[in-house]
């Protein structure tokens, strides 16, 4: 029985789908103004994490992850630029989905974009308006009646009366609450907009992710998930604008990961704190990036540092190091890791646990693989056929353990070394021997003997 940690209620829960086996998730997705920072990447594999557990599990899942492309930021980002707003997303959504393939991710059943769904917020604006949950004061606005949904606050227990304690009113404003936010924004100079029945604008955030999300998944659905910076205002306000203008549940099971984190503050653009995603491969393998973030369970915050990423590469070598020389064939055998990892994934996703089993999984092939080899490499099936829930371990171990060998060494030169020591061995030169493994040495080559073969890898 999977159980999922419910943000709404602060509890763990059994996850019950609301339709027989068909699971429906939607997941706020990223404001396309710039290349993807780890932060987003956090979120991205999260809910690939999930995806991917849910699926195995025999779930039905319908997976939608929006794209915000407009707002202020990607305003004042294309202006800067000196492009049109569409221009600038559509270069940063091809990145985006560069960066998703790079770390494995599987792409979104459905990634609906918010300019494509101008005419049903204009809708659900209006029927927020005439049940009195939003108001137009004549400027081109509309707003939300914040005081009026009686549930507000219920997602991250903040109650009204102290969100009112020093908020105000701008200038430029003409909310009656200062807590009131904006449905729909009257244009702007130089800015894009949208013919809409209270005159030329574009949309609010919050309100875009309501429309996107029910057109795509029905007015009630399983999941709603998305990065813990997001909680509050902008989940609140969606249960708010939802939930006011359908009399429904909007979302069944909030979901929220944590941030990464770079010397205890979050990673965000705004604090000029950020790697992207593309910097960061720069120096590092994919997979090693990808397994830093589902090694730790998605609710908690990931302390970014070097040191962490060599940890994950450690890993990383300490598996692809037991499917080294292995064939590959059908997983067989290690029931018991099996049970004990699924036990671990029904627990709210525990990848730590999880991870743990991974490990026992490696001694237990290493132990067997001198011994016997077919037991061995049913194991290492096994061990993939885990790893994949992680999205991790389904590249040849070679290709992994020498990943960055090329431009730095030559690959046939380091073969013919090796094999020419081999050869030294057989003829019981050990001087000569010795005299190839510091040449390999010196080159930067890492050698692994084992039983009857003779391995290699680069240094770190």
Not at 1 to 23: C, H, Q, R, W
Not at 232 to 250: D, R
Request: charged share 30%; net charge negative.
């Amino acid at each position: 029985m999977l159980n999922i940690y419910n943000t709404l209620s602060k509890t763990k829960e059994a996850f019950k789908p609301l339709d027989g086996n068909k699971v429906r998730m939607y997941v706020c997705g990223m404001t396309v103004y710039d290349y993807c920072h780890l932060g987003h990447g956090r979120s991205m594999v999260a809910f690939d994490l999930v995806t991917r557990w849910l699926r195995k599990s025999g779930f039905d899942l319908t997976y939608v992850r929006n794209i915000t492309d407009i707002d202020d930021k990607i305003i004042n980002r294309a202006n800067e630029n000196g492009e049109t707003f569409d221009a600038l997303t559509a270069r940063m959504i091809d990145a985006m989905h560069e960066d998703e393939r790079r770390l494995n991710i599987l792409p979104p059943d459905q990634e609906p974009r918010a300019t494509e769904h101008i005419a049903g917020m204009h809708a659900m604006i209006q029927t927020l308006i005439d049940k009195g949950y939003a108001y137009a004061p004549g400027n081109g606005d509309v707003y939300y009646r914040v005081g009026k949904f009686v549930g507000y606050g219920k997602l991250s227990r903040k109650k009204i009366e102290d969100l009112r304690i020093g908020a105000r009113i701008e200038v430029d404003e003409a909310k009656q609450d200062p807590l009131d936010f904006v449905l729909w924004k009257g244009v702007k100079p130089g800015e894009p907009s949208w013919d809409s029945p209270w005159g030329p604008g574009r949309p609010g955030w919050h309100i875009e992710c309501s429309v996107m999300s029910t057109c795509c998944l029905g007015e009630s659905f399983d999941i709603h998930g998305g990065g813990s910076d997001l909680e509050f205002p902008h989940h609140e306000n969606e249960i708010a604008q939802s939930e006011a203008a359908t009399g429904k549940q909007y979302a069944n099971a909030w979901m929220h990961c944590g941030m990464i984190r770079i010397n205890g503050e979050k990673m965000s653009k705004s604090l000029n704190n950020f790697f992207t995603i593309r910097d960061v491969l720069e120096k590092y393998h994919p997979e090693v990036v990808r397994y830093l973030l589902v090694a730790s369970h998605y609710r908690s915050a990931i302390n970014y540092s070097e040191d962490s990423l060599r940890d994950a590469k450690g890993a990383l070598e300490r598996f692809y190091h037991a499917l080294r020389g292995l064939p590959r064939v059908v997983p067989a055998g290690g029931e018991a890791f099996v049970e004990r990892f699924s036990v671990a994934m029904n627990d709210d996703f525990g990848t730590p646990e999880a991870c743990a089993v991974l490990f026992d999984l490696v001694r237990e092939i290493n132990r067997l693989r001198d011994t016997d080899v077919e037991a061995a490499a049913g194991l290492a099936g096994r061990l993939r056929e885990l790893g994949e829930v992680l999205g991790v371990l389904q590249l040849e171990a070679d290709d992994f353990l020498r990943a960055g060998a090329e431009g730095k060494v030559d690959a046939a030169e380091v073969e013919a070394l090796i094999q020419a020591r081999l050869q030294a061995r057989t003829d019981k030169n050990w001087a000569e021997s010795d005299r190839i493994r510091d040449q390999l040495t010196a080159m930067g080559v890492v050698l692994e003997d084992s039983k009857g073969a003779t391995t290699w890898r680069l240094a770190d």
